[in-house]
């Protein structure tokens, strides 16, 4: 299935969107009805299995290095990305 790279930043956009829409969805039913939220969540994981904090610390890490370090997608010279 081929489709135009121009619809792709749609498609992210909506993606995330919909991410932030459901965490607020979740989120403020936890908070209304008294059950886990996400912070809470994180305290009781990280608080059973202490690494995670690190692991994710890793990820979020990595995730900035892909995103933003030195790579310019527009300079075709440039294969790092």
């Given at each position: 299935m081929?489709?135009?790279d121009?619809?792709?930043?749609?498609i992210w956009t909506a993606f995330l969107l919909g991410f932030i829409v459901i965490?607020?969805?979740?989120?403020?039913?936890?908070l209304m009805t008294g059950g886990t939220t996400?912070?809470?969540?994180?305290?009781?994981?990280?608080?059973?299995?202490?690494p995670l904090i690190f692991?994710?610390?890793?990820?979020?890490?990595g995730l900035c290095v892909?995103?933003?370090w030195r790579w310019n997608p527009d300079d075709r010279n440039d294969n790092r990305g």
């Open positions: 081929s489709m135009p121009k619809k792709f930043p749609l965490f607020a969805i979740v989120e403020t039913l936890a996400l912070s809470r969540y994180t305290y009781e994981v990280t608080k059973a299995w202490p692991l994710l610390g890793f990820v979020s890490g892909h995103f933003w």
